[in-house]
T-cell receptor, first 114, second 117 residues
Framework: GESVGLHLPTLSVQEGDNSIINCAYS??????FIWYKQESGKGPQFIID?????DKRQGQRVTVLLNKTVKHLSLQIAATQPGDSAVYFC?????????????FGTGTRLQVTL | DAGVIQSPRHEVTEMGQEVTLRCKPI?????LFWYRQTMMRGLELLIY????????DSGMPEDRFSAKMPNASFSTLKIQPSEPRDSAVYFC???????????????FGEGSRLTVL
């Protein structure tokens, strides 16, 4: 059959507004979560992380919320700027004791309009 | 620090040719990861090393792919023979448990864009 590419969900936000990017993770054993930002032509870049024993963590202009009950993660960006335009990935880490494995989600494209 | 350095940045080759991608991790980092990114499958972990030893290679697609880490400052990902479906951006990332024991921040290189014709 014909192959199709990933359809990245896109979030369009006006400059100055707040952005909320959501992510559903798959494994209830995941103990650590990270948000990455990837600009066009570059590698992913770390934004913020959170451990499974927390439900909220704040950074500079960013906040990550973790809801383990429904296996949901969100990234909030305050006062979104044009430089925030990128693809955002959540990643979950599973520590088996002998190895750690960081698995990335499919990503969300954030478009900041002026 | 120069960050994770990958080469080549771009490679165009013909089907059947051998491709070697190179990575220099950040000095002092003891973990090195190879990821592949495509529109079809997103960002996939291929293999990772700890202290130069391969830990998990379950993501390596098939025997045509091999990775080595002969020392702490160098790793290669080889595809032989290459096929058009191997076309992707290949990322190397490194992580240091000593320096970054409280964070899982992987430092990614800029990637190697491979096109197999």
């Amino acid at each position: 059959g014909e192959s199709v590419g990933l359809h990245l969900p896109t979030l369009s936000v006006q400059e100055g507004d707040n952005s909320i990017i959501n992510c559903a993770y798959s494994n209830s054993a995941s103990d650590y979560f990270i948000w990455y930002k990837q600009e066009s032509g570059k590698g992913p870049q770390f934004i913020i992380d959170i451990r499974s024993n927390m439900d909220k963590r704040q950074g500079q202009r960013v906040t990550v919320l973790l809801n383990k009950t429904v296996k949901h993660l969100s990234l909030q960006i305050a006062a979104t700027q044009p430089g925030d335009s990128a693809v955002y990935f959540c990643a979950e880490n599973i520590d088996t004791g002998t190895a750690s494995k960081l698995t990335f989600g499919t990503g969300t494209r954030l478009q900041v309009t002026l | 620090d120069a960050g994770v350095i990958q080469s080549p940045r771009h490679e165009v080759t013909e089907m059947g040719q051998e491709v070697t991608l190179r990575c220099k991790p950040i000095s002092g980092h003891d973990y090195l990861f190879w990821y592949r990114q495509t529109m079809m499958r997103g960002l996939e972990l291929l293999i990772y090393f700890n202290n130069n030893v391969p830990i998990d290679d379950s993501g390596m697609p098939e025997d045509r792919f091999s990775a080595k880490m002969p020392n702490a400052s160098f790793s290669t990902l080889k595809i032989q023979p290459s096929e058009p479906r191997d076309s992707a951006v290949y990322f190397c990332a490194s992580w240091g448990t000593g320096v970054l024991s409280n964070t899982g921040e992987l430092f990614f290189g800029e990637g190697s864009r491979l096109t197999v014709l």
